[in-house]
């Protein structure tokens, strides 16, 4: 019997949240594919901001996870006050962390209502941080997407947009889950983020 190349196949399916346990099974059995249509699960703007927050609890230097969500949901903090911390760090040569956890000792020309603003950010990310070590995986995740306002902003609204996002967000949780039982029955035991 002959096979048949990959490009003879398609799958279809109804939302987009599904995707995920599609593309991990394609990705799992090592095959190639592509999204037509719309984005890859882990493309989608709602995912990326959760996983940012993600990165941001296990490395508060990443710079990139900082700058997308410093102010997702909306923080007050802006552009100017983003590139302000971005040049103090690069100017003493040091991550963007020790700029916000400090910002005093390294001179950050932000004023008293901007500094308020990113200390409030520097102690939800710390109360990640704490909870990273405290809680199982699954809780911390919802914790994470609770606390940092990404849930609230989601539910907003019953747009179709929104529910669709609800869905991708859903559909992250699940695969946490997943992933936490999945690793729970292998025996393994230190299962963090």
Known sequence: ???????????????????????????????????YGGLAFYQRKEIKDAV?????????????????????PARGIGDTTVGKVLATAQSHN?????VLSQPIEYNLPVNAGARAKLAAFVELIDSFRQLASTLPL?????????RSGIINDIYSSDTPENISRQENIQELLNGVNEFYSQRLEEGSEALSL
């Open 1 to 35: 019997l002959n096979a048949l190349p990959y490009n003879d196949f398609a799958i279809l399916y109804r939302t987009n949240a599904q995707s995920r346990v599609l593309e991990g099974a394609l990705r799992k059995f090592n095959m190639p594919y592509r999204i």
């Open 52 to 72: 940012a927050y993600f990165r941001l609890t296990i490395n508060p230097d990443d710079e990139e996870a900082f700058k997308r969500v410093i102010n997702y």
């Open 94 to 98: 040091i991550g963007v962390w020790s």
């Open 138 to 146: 699954a809780e911390l995740v919802e914790q994470i997407l609770r």
